[in-house]
């Protein structure tokens, strides 16, 4: 049973009682059932449960409750109950790396972001908090994480969360040892949920989704680690090939090679010292030789679609997709990116530009019913690679193109999906919807962990007696 999120207040003493709306009193009345524990992350202590003084539509929590239980401050709550426990939260730790000796930027360049992520729990209902490997106490079961306050960012100790969304910002962080540890840790000796593990491999995506019967038409035709026959194939029949890296992100390592009609050259775009570069070759032979010469080791080659375009740019779209509080899958954000002159993809930092799906619909005469098949394929592969994958994922980013018979195609899915389209003034209600999300789904999370919880009250090892 889950209650609707009220605000969680301190009361100034030390009865260790939790006050409760007088509605939700009279049905422990009723049923002649009382909690006897209360549980913040993962620490459980017993209490008394009595009727809010004041008739309010909010939760109370005595002073020495709240102290032995570690509440970082007053907020927006959720409240479950699982026999003679309730769970009051949750709270949710962001997982990520890179901290900083300063107090006001902790997280470096990335302080911003993650202040921004984490101001959505005064809207949604939980405690919402930044923590890396190194402020987490095994000993105490505590961790010294990061909150963002009305005064700026404060360091505050709490419980290990119920809880875990990973941001870690880079596959190398990802694949060190201590990375891979606390996750361990954290699910086998809590059993904590933990979303949006691993930053996806774009080869693996493929192979996952190639015998997918709904997902494999909108795959263009890849090869992996390709032979020189598979690129001069995919050249003769499409006329253009990508070769970018498998662990590739941001649109780094992409070369595009083009064959020109009644033309005997072969052309090479591709990105250099941050400028967009040209090159012509007499043969692929040698284009290969000279774009490659450390060979095509972990890279992919892949058919070019010839897309909708704008004033001869090619467009892509990027498209946000969430699971919601119901922990299905909902689309958050989409936005039209429009290829730089001369660039190779439509990255901002590459020249490219953002517009809204239907301003770049309605400039280019484009059908509107366009953006109905976008919506329904996005959700369509979120849950193909939900079905195919372990774990829990939580969002994911898709670079999409619609070529000029109107057929979608998946390029890309990411699982940390970068947020260059948010500056865009017309998507303000995209970004607060792909931040709140996120949020939303760890209360999912929550309540589905809490089902599962043991009989807490009766094993006495598991709980504080203050």
């Known amino acids: 049973m889950m209650q609707e999120a009220l605000p969680l207040k301190m009361e100034e003493n030390n009865s260790g009682t939790l006050y409760v709306p007088v509605d939700l009193f009279k049905q422990y009345v009723e049923r002649v059932q009382f909690p006897k524990a209360i549980s913040f992350g993962t620490k459980t202590i017993q209490c008394e449960v009595a009727p809010h003084p004041d008739q309010k539509n909010e939760y109370m929590i005595s002073k020495n ?20 426990t309730v769970f009051i939260g949750p709270l949710v730790g962001i997982f990520t790396a890179g901290f900083t000796q300063f107090n006001l930027r902790p997280i470096g360049e990335r302080s911003l972001f993650f202040a921004k992520l984490l101001s959505v729990e005064k809207k949604v209902g939980a405690f919402y908090f930044v923590f890396g490997a190194h402020q987490i106490d095994w000993g105490n079961g505590t961790v010294n994480g990061y909150f963002y306050t009305a005064d700026g960012w404060k360091q505050i100790k709490v419980p290990i969360p119920n809880v875990v969304y990973d941001r870690l910002p880079n596959r190398k962080v990802e694949n060190l040892e201590f990375s891979k540890q606390v996750k361990e840790r954290l699910q086998t000796e809590y ?16 192979q996952m989704l190639i015998n997918d019967v709904k997902a494999s038409k909108h795959l263009p035709k890849s090869y992996f680690q390709p032979e020189f026959t598979d690129i001069q194939n995919l050249l003769e029949t499409y006329k253009q090939v990508y070769i970018k890296p498998a662990n590739g992100s941001l649109g780094l390592g ?4 083009i064959q020109k009609k009644d033309e005997p050259f072969v052309y090479c775009r591709f990105r250099n ?9 007499s043969s ?4 290969v030789r000279r774009q490659f010469p450390f060979g095509l080791e972990d890279m992919i080659a892949q058919q070019g679609i010839n897309l909708l375009k704008w004033n001869n740019n090619p467009i892509d779209f990027r498209i946000h997709t969430n699971k919601d509080e119901h922990g299905r899958w909902c689309l958050s954000a989409i936005a039209a990116k429009i290829a730089g002159t001369g660039s190779i993809t439509t990255h901002v930092k590459s020249g490219g530009e953002v517009k809204t799906v239907k301003e770049i619909l309605h400039d280019i005469g484009a059908n ?57 003034p017309k998507l303000k209600g995209d970004d607060l919807q792909s931040r709140r999300l996120p949020l ?24 504080l007696q203050l």
């Not at 992409?254 to 090679?257: D, P, T």
């Not at 692929?284 to 284009?287: G, P, Q, S, T």
């Open 65 to 84: 409750l709240w102290e032995a239980l570690m509440i970082p401050h007053e907020g927006l709550i959720h409240l479950l109950q699982k026999e003679d």
């Open 191 to 206: 059993d904590i949920p933990w979303f949006n593990p691993g930053f996806f491999n774009k080869w693996d995506i493929h």
């Open 254 to 257: 992409i070369q595009q090679l």
């Open 273 to 281: 010292n941050e400028e967009n570069r040209l090159r012509r070759y």
């Open 284 to 287: 692929l032979k040698r284009l």
């Open 368 to 424: 509107p019913a366009i953006i109905k098949k976008l919506h329904e394929t996005a959700l369509m592969l979120s849950e193909r690679i939900d079905h195919h994958m372990p774990g829990f994922i939580g969002e994911i980013g898709f670079d999409i193109g619609v070529d000029q018979s109107e057929h979608v195609w998946m390029f890309e899915a990411n699982s940390k999906p970068g947020r260059t389209i948010f500056s865009h």
């Open 440 to 463: 939303e789904y760890a209360i999912f999370l929550f309540k589905q962990s809490v089902e599962k919880q043991p009989e807490l009250v009766n094993a006495n090892e598991h709980f």
